[in-house]
Every structure is written in C-alpha cells, then in structure tokens.
C-alpha cells in the first residue's frame, strides 16, 4: 500500500498543526505521524486525509478528526504493554495510532461493514489488534479487567459494564452528552465504586448505539 514521501511530508504538517493546538505528549505525537491516515479513508477523499478533520467513511461513522484523536489517546496516560478496550472501531485509524503506542488494543465495532474493513486495512499495515464484532455498551468482559477504556462515539451515560470491565486505578475516557454535543470526560477508578471524575472540552461524535449491532 502506497505511502510515499508527500504523505510522509504532510503527515509531518499535521503533526505540527495538533501539536500547535496543545498536544503535548511526545508519544502520542510519534504515533500520529506513524500512522498513514489516507489508507483508512475512502479514495474520494484521499486528498484531505491530512486535513485536520473528521470525514464519512460509510454507515452513517466518521474517521475522526487526527486533533481529537490524539486528544483521546493523550487523555489515556497509556504505558506500554497497557490492555486497552477501544469501543468503537470504525476506520481503525484510532486503534492503529493505540497499537503504535505499544498497548494491547482490544476494539470492538457493531458494524459489520466497517469491522470487516477495518480488519483488513489493519492488518494489510501490519497494526494487530485483537478484533470483535459486537455491542460496544456490553464491552468484553471475558478480556477483562483492561488498564484503560477508550469510547469513541458520544454517549448519553457510560455503560455500568464498562465501568466494571475496568480496572481500580484505570483510565476510561468518553465524550458524554445528546446527539449535538459532548463533553470529554476522564473517569479514573479509585475503587470498585467510586470514579474520579475531570472534563476536557466539547466534541461532537456520532452516536453511541446501544444494544444494537448490523
């Protein structure tokens, strides 16, 4: 798959222009500009890929916008060798950007167009992640517990058994809110019941669905 030095070049570009809007972590910029957003984008838009904006890529889901994905990723505090549950699959740019960061990524995606495309591109880069077809809400709970959950899709509350799935120090970041507008939300589990809760700015995600797959 092609990725030649004028995706490279404006890969760099990007990095800069997130890097400018207060993306600190070295890590996570590294991992950005790794990974070759125009190969998880549909050929009609190849030539925005690296636009710092979010595009359809089929099924009513976007790919998102790079600064919120690294904005996310950042928000992980992710170690290497880290479990992490990503609800949420889509385009898989966001769970090849996670496997750059050295984690075990673990995505589940309720589409089955986009987790069987999404599987394909990935693995064609060489990115391994463990994939699932089903409903992001009920997580995986035979994987669990994970160090971190990563919701990308807006939700109206946070799935108790995602909440569960969680380990006591983890990290689980999730855009809450209605259809129109999320609010970024960091929830660390100090213990089986009780969440330390911070919130990092508005978003706009498509729909957290639940109980809902196809």
Excluded: W
């Excluded at 990115?127 to 160090?147: T, V």
């Amino acid at each position: 798959m092609n990725d030649n030095f004028q995706h490279k070049g404006l890969r760099k570009k990007l990095v800069e222009t997130v890097k400018k809007k207060g993306i600190q972590s070295e890590r996570v910029l590294n991992a950005l500009n790794s990974v070759p957003r125009h190969l998880f984008m549909d050929s009609s838009f190849v030539h925005f890929s690296y636009a710092d904006q979010a595009f359809p890529i089929g099924a009513g889901q976007t790919i998102s916008q790079p600064y919120t994905v690294a904005f996310q990723t950042e928000l992980l505090e992710l170690k290497p060798l880290e479990k992490v549950l990503e609800v949420g699959t889509g385009s898989g740019y966001q769970a090849a950007v996670l496997v750059e960061m050295g984690v075990k990524v673990f995505t589940i995606e309720r589409h089955r167009e986009l987790f069987l495309k999404a599987q394909s591109t990935l693995n064609s880069l060489g990115y391994k992640p463990e994939f699932f077809y089903g409903d992001g809400y009920k997580g995986l709970p035979s994987f669990a517990p994970f160090d971190k959950i990563l919701i990308t899709a807006g939700a109206t509350e946070v799935p108790s058994d995602l909440l569960d799935q969680l380990k006591i120090g983890g990290i689980l970041v999730v855009p809450l809110g209605d259809r129109k507008s999320q609010t970024m939300v960091k929830l660390v589990k100090e213990s089986e019941d009780k969440f330390t809760r911070t919130e990092h700015g508005s978003f706009v995600f498509v729909p957290l669905l639940k109980g809902k797959i196809g």
